[in-house]
């Protein structure tokens, strides 16, 4: 379709990069050419500079300096001018791992800020949403009763009466009620409603929870392993949570999309960066080199 192409063109992620690594570059190049422009022995404390120090002055103490303190604040903004110049003409920013790390966040905040100008078309979160239908799903639940046996209390006859009264559950007329008082103790309740794997997690352990999720519904099984012991258990039913409806979580699928599309933004920025350069690895290898963030 003729008339559809330049709009595919126009959303396409490539040339997005390029564009927002021009602005980048752009805005190097200002930068550098003012830096360069101004005379070493120059200070400029402009207009723009006072009002930046005297809003972040009024941010934190919720009112305006007073003349002595706004003359202390630009005092110390020289001070601060000088004494980075006279670092980065001794070289003080060579090899710090800590001023590495920093200007390289900076750089990916710049890149990450103009990729954030990309919103996505309606069409664009619907076909996200239906690739990640998994990640705005609810969770399944089981509603269980278990009966424990301790095998500090009873040792090695932990297994066989487990069997024994695995085989006496299974013959009970009400197979949860009539359960009540058999097997032994334990600080956790015997009844379960509507729980999800994460919540049977965090009581038992995820090997217990992973287990009671494969187990079939409506009889006795077990025994399943926990941190505590020994349980039989008794799944009453799984519920199987609906799919999700798109305009119920469509906030999310957007923040979602920005999310991935902002790894995707910095991950090709920073490949075209490295194009640019002849990596070496002094260690004797030669396994090709992958930027990650």
Request: charged letters at 25%.
């Amino acid at each position: 379709m003729v008339g559809g192409r330049p709009m595919t063109i126009a959303r396409s992620p490539l040339l997005h990069f390029l564009v927002i690594g021009a602005v980048i570059y752009l805005l190097y190049g200002i930068t550098d050419s003012e830096t360069t422009s101004v005379s070493p022995g120059t200070i400029t404390v402009t207009t723009g500079d006072i009002e930046w120090l005297e809003s972040s002055w009024q941010k934190r103490w919720s009112r305006p300096p007073t003349p002595d303190e706004r003359k202390g604040l630009i005092d110390q903004f020289v001070r601060e001018t000088v004494m980075y110049r006279e670092a980065l003409a001794m070289g003080l920013d060579q090899d710090d791992v800590i001023i590495r790390r920093r200007l390289t966040q900076k750089l990916e905040f710049l890149f990450q800020d103009l990729a954030d100008t990309v919103g996505p078309t309606d069409q664009e979160l619907r076909e996200y949403f239906e690739a990640n239908q998994d990640r705005y799903r609810e969770l399944d639940v089981v509603t269980l009763t278990h009966v424990f046996l301790d095998p500090d209390r009873r040792g090695d006859q932990t297994l066989a009466d487990a069997g024994a009264l695995l085989a006496e559950l299974t013959a009970l007329d009400d197979p949860t009620q009539d359960a009540a008082g058999l097997g032994d103790q334990l600080m956790l309740q015997r009844y379960y409603p509507q729980h999800s794997e994460p919540d049977i997690a965090r009581l038992f352990g995820h090997e217990f929870a992973r287990s009671v999720f494969e187990l079939e519904p409506g009889q006795w099984c077990g025994p399943v392993l926990s941190g505590y012991g020994m349980h039989l258990v008794y799944v009453h039913d799984r519920l199987q949570a609906p799919p999700p409806s798109f305009d119920a979580v469509v906030e999310q699928v957007r923040e979602n999309w920005r999310t991935d599309q902002r790894q995707s933004f910095n991950d090709e920025f920073v490949a075209n960066l490295l194009s640019r350069y002849d990596v070496k690895i002094e260690d004797g290898t030669s396994d090709e080199v992958v930027a990650k963030r």
